[in-house]
Every structure is written in C-alpha cells, then in structure tokens.
T-cell receptor, first 114, second 113 residues
C-alpha cells in the first residue's frame, strides 16, 4: 500500500516568507508526527497528533511554527516569517495508533531559506 | 531529560565483516528503544525495536540489537555486512508514552568492497 507522502519534496523560499508543508499519512493511521532533521540539531521531534486529542506541541521551536490536521488525515506544517535557521528537512511520520506503534516516515520536504 | 548518544559518527567496514554500532541512552524510566536506517534519498526505516522481554531483538535485513540495562546500551549488530547496508543509522528512545522519539546524532556506515 501507499506509504507516507509529503509535498513539496523541495521548497526554496526567501527569508520572511511563510511556507506550508503537507503530509499525507498512511490510510487508517490515527497518529501523525512531524520531525525536523538539520545539520546542527540532528533529528528533532516537533509535534504529535493522535485522533481527536489536542496535539502535543512541545517540540515546536517557536510560535512561528504551527501545524494542523484536518479530518484526522492530512496535516499541514506552517512556518511563518521563515528564518535561515529554519532550513532543514521536515519529516512526517504516521503510526497505526498511539504508544509505541511503529512510526512510518515519509521522504521529507527539504526547506531552504535564502 | 532523555538523551541518546551514538559515539561513532562514521564507521567503515569491509563487505562480509561483522558490524556493531554503539548506542547509549539516558532515561529515567524503562526505555523503549529503536534503530532506524536512512539510505540516501530515502525516508527513515525501522530496523527493530525493544519494549520489554528478551533483551536480544531481531530485526529486518539480518540486524539484531541487545539491550543492556546495566550499561544503558542498545548496540546494533550484524554478522556479515553487505554493500547495500551503507547508510546512516539512528538509535532512538521513545518517551512520553512512546510517541516522541529522541534520536541520536546518527552513525554513517561505509562499506568497502
């Protein structure tokens, strides 16, 4: 079956602009995660959605970052007023349920802020 | 706070040789541990995971890992490496009910033919 998909695969933007990154999880997966992979910080947890529960936003680095998940499926990560330090690969993952169900990762979106 | 240390940034092995990638964790409770592999241009793929029970866990692609509580370690092993194993390997600890993964900085594996 289809895995986790992310779009766009690459995004180049200018400092100060807003960007939206999209994630389509595996069908039927109730949990969705965003991570960031950068040279300076490695792989970092950003946010976690589980069903209709309030998301765990504890990993978001600043209030410029937000995410939503519509209809319990597709998720959008929005970065407002992008900064150069936001340049990274943004990875989305989904799992069947909560807890320690295996997280399946998408290919990522490479964001470059000029 | 939890943390994961992968002390080897790069490792080079010859094809057919054995492999051990080191991982040490710091976590106050019973750890939930994972190894992921990331091949060039590919997403992260789970190799294996440990929750409880037998401390030696088997994964995909012939990999295994052993949990040693006394050493706070979860080292990944493979008896005979194949050229296709060249990739970056990440150890992770699951916290917060398992849903947040804290990753190590990764070990880049190069396989010499």
């Amino acid at each position: 079956g289809a895995g986790v998909s992310q779009s766009p695969s690459n995004k180049v933007t200018e400092k100060g602009k807003d960007v939206e990154l999209r994630c389509d999880p595996i069908s039927g997966h109730t949990a969705l995660y965003w991570y960031r992979q950068s040279l300076g910080q490695g792989l970092e947890f950003l946010i976690y959605f589980q069903g209709n529960s309030a998301p765990d936003k504890s990993g978001l680095p600043s209030d410029r970052f937000s995410a939503e998940r519509t209809g319990g499926s597709v998720s959008t990560l929005t970065i407002q007023r992008t900064q150069q330090e936001d340049s990274a690969v943004y990875l989305c993952a989904s799992s069947l349920g909560a807890g320690f169900d295996t997280q399946y990762f998408g290919p990522g979106t490479r964001l470059t802020v000029l | 706070a939890q943390s994961v240390t992968q002390p080897d940034i790069h490792i080079t092995v010859s094809e057919g040789a054995s492999l051990e990638l080191r991982c040490n964790y710091s976590y106050g409770a019973t750890p939930y541990l994972f190894w992921y592999v990331q091949s060039p241009g590919q997403g992260l793929q789970l190799l294996l995971k440990y929750f409880s029970g037998d401390t030696l866990v088997q994964g995909i692609k012939g990999f295994e890992a052993e949990f040693k509580r006394s050493q706070s370690s979860f080292n990944l092993r493979k008896p005979s490496v194949h050229w296709s194993d060249a990739a970056e390997y990440f150890c992770a600890v699951g916290t917060g009910g398992g849903n947040k993964l804290t990753f190590g900085t990764g070990t880049q594996l190069k396989v010499e033919l």
